[in-house]
Every structure is written in structure tokens, then in C-alpha cells.
């Protein structure tokens, strides 16, 4: 597991009302993840979908074009939150990561899942419908936020309301501490 990951603190950090935002961030903050892992442009276009329904993201290829779509399911967002929104891009770009060196195949190979680990620090093959959710509660030392995630988090959180308000800023106090009365242990 990646624990103290200072680009994803810090996107997450960034990413406010993560089923609301416009294609145009969707598209940055993909870019933003394939450009961090591979040192390389990630070439396509990013969708919200409203019909996707057993899956939380998709990616297609258009062969002439040479570059991909990647949907992804608007109401799975809303559910699971920014974390599962970066872990779920993750997995597409491992495909589309493959996929660039000819090493498509369909479905999940054991290349696929050490590419998704090695290079893009995630372990996400699944998405999460099957799952009990919402099971960690975080909160913000400074404004009292509340942050609700279906994944433990191995790495400091923050506020995103606190460091928007302080230009960016990722100081201590804004950092979400769990609830522990809230906290499940998993099954
Ligand atoms: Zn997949
Ligand atoms: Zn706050």
C-alpha cells in the first residue's frame, strides 16, 4: 500500500464536490495522474456516464485515432468519493497504459495487476458496489468537516474547504483525523 503520497494528498486536496465537476477537471486530473506515474501524455477524453451501472469506469480505444475514452459512472462517484474517483482512474489507466504497448488483453492479467501496483501505486481491480460503504469517518481539526470514505486511508487527508480557503496551503491543522467511535473494523 502507498502511505505517504504527497501528489495525491495534495489532488485530493484540490478536488471539491468530486461528482459535480466539470468534464474539463476530469480530463486535468486524469492527465495529471498518468502524466505523475508514467512521465507520459495521456491521449483521449474523459466522460461522466449516467449508464454505466455494474462497473464505476470504462475505457475504449479508437484505433485509428489512436487515442481512448474513458467514461466514467456519475452516480459510483457520488457514492464512494474522491478517493475511489482516483483509484478507479488508476485502474483505466493501467488498461490504457497496456493498451499503449500493445499488451491489451481483456480483463484483468496478472500484468495488469502488477502495472497497477508497481507503476500506479493502486490495488484497485474490483470497483467497490459490493461493499459495505462509508465505513471510515474523517473529520477536520480546524472547521469540523466531515469526510466520509469507504477505504481506510493510509496517508494524511485534509480539509478541502480549509486549504481552498488558505490558496492551497496544506498546513497541519487542516488534516482529517478518524472518528474512531465511527470506525468498523472490516470483515
Ligand atoms: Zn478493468
Ligand atoms: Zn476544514
Not at 464536490?17 to 480530463?27: A, F, G, I, S
Not at 464512494?80 to 489507466?93: D, P, Q, V
Not at 490504457?96 to 493502486?122: A, M, N
Not at 459495505?132 to 493510509?154: A, D, F, L, N, P
Request: with cysteine; net charge positive.
Amino acid at each position: 500500500m502507498s502511505h505517504q503520497e504527497p501528489f495525491i494528498e495534495k489532488l485530493c486536496a484540490e478536488i471539491t464536490n468530486e461528482d459535480l465537476l466539470e468534464e474539463t477537471e476530469l480530463y486535468r486530473i486524469t492527465s495529471q495522474i498518468y502524466c505523475h506515474y508514467t512521465r507520459e501524455s495521456f491521449l483521449g477524453d474523459v466522460k461522466w456516464s449516467n449508464r454505466l451501472k455494474t462497473s464505476g469506469a470504462n475505457i475504449r480505444y479508437n484505433r485509428e485515432k489512436e487515442n481512448a475514452r474513458i467514461q466514467i459512472n456519475r452516480a459510483y462517484v457520488k457514492k464512494f468519493g474522491k478517493e475511489e474517483l482516483i483509484e478507479i482512474l488508476k485502474h483505466e489507466l493501467t488498461h490504457y497504459y497496456l493498451y499503449k504497448r500493445k499488451k491489451w488483453k481483456h480483463g484483468h492479467s496478472s500484468e495488469f495487476v502488477k502495472t497497477l501496483k508497481d507503476i500506479f501505486k493502486s490495488n484497485c481491480i474490483e470497483a467497490k458496489y459490493n461493499e459495505e460503504i462509508y465505513r471510515y469517518h474523517y473529520y477536520c481539526q480546524s472547521c469540523g468537516s466531515v469526510y466520509k470514505s469507504t477505504r481506510k486511508i493510509h496517508r494524511r487527508i485534509f480539509c478541502s474547504k480549509c486549504v481552498k480557503k488558505d490558496r492551497g496551503q496544506l498546513k497541519d491543522t487542516y488534516q482529517m483525523k478518524i472518528r474512531d467511535s465511527n470506525t468498523i473494523s472490516p470483515k
